[in-house]
């Protein structure tokens, strides 16, 4: 599977868009673009995924580049509870495929 | 909908003994997985099964990790003998069929203290 790289660490004021970056330079045809997230003390959290078009659903929106390569998470309203590690993921939707989870992106989400 | 239930949250060993966690998975889910997080770390798949059959245990340390799932339901995930590095929190995840909307559902995981 690709691999993706994130920043360590954001911040956000609370109640404004939060864009999460996400490099997948190496990703291959039939890779899926998948964002998780897990808050402290909490099991990972599905948000959401796409393979080349823009995905939105009620959390959040996946704003995929032209060639695949980057791809931006959007939370258009953070909350206090969006504070949380924030997951990208390349993987083939297959059985049997892996999900390789990184070290994602801390997000503190500020008053 | 019930989710992914865990059990034991936490458990405290002495290194060298053993260790069971058990896993219900959300009804109805055919795929059911096993996490392990050390503290700073992103999770690391350890088992995948579909049904009751193994279909990815690559990363599952054999000589000392074992994991079960007998009835295609719930799983239990055992280590004997622990080490120190065993420490971790040890995530189930469960799936309705292999990951076809790409959503995985988990549980709060079981955190191990091995000392």
């Known amino acids: 599977d690709a691999k993706t790289t994130q920043p360590t660490s954001m911040d956000c004021a609370e109640g404004r868009a939060a864009n999460l970056p996400c490099n997948h330079s190496t990703i291959s045809g039939n890779e899926y673009v998948y964002w998780y997230r897990q808050i402290h003390s909490q099991g990972p959290q599905y948000i959401i995924h796409g393979l080349k078009n823009n995905e939105t659903n009620e959390m959040a929106s996946l704003i995929i580049t032209e060639d695949r390569k980057s791809s931006t998470l959007i939370l258009p309203h953070a909350t206090l509870r969006d504070t949380a590690v924030y997951y990208c993921i390349v993987s083939k939707e297959t059985s049997g495929s892996r999900l390789t989870f990184g070290e994602g992106t801390q997000l503190t989400v500020n008053p | 909908e019930a989710g992914v239930a865990q059990s034991p949250r936490y458990k405290i060993i002495e290194k060298r003994q053993s260790v069971a966690f058990w896993c219900n998975p959300i009804?109805?889910?055919?795929?059911l997985y096993w996490y392990q997080q050390i503290l700073g770390q992103g999770p690391k798949l350890l088992i995948q099964?579909?049904?009751?059959?193994?279909?990815?245990d690559s990363q599952l340390p054999k000589d000392r990790f074992s994991a079960e799932r007998l009835k295609g339901v719930d799983s239990t995930l055992k280590i004997q003998p622990a080490k120190l590095e065993d420490s971790a929190v040890y995530l189930c995840?469960?799936?309705?069929?292999?990951?076809?909307?790409?959503?995985?559902?988990f549980g709060e995981g079981s955190r191990l203290t091995v000392l």
């Open positions: 099964f579909q049904n009751n059959g193994v279909v990815d």
């Open positions: 995840a469960s799936s309705l069929v292999p990951r076809s909307t790409g959503e995985l559902f």
């Open positions: 009804s109805g889910h055919a795929t």
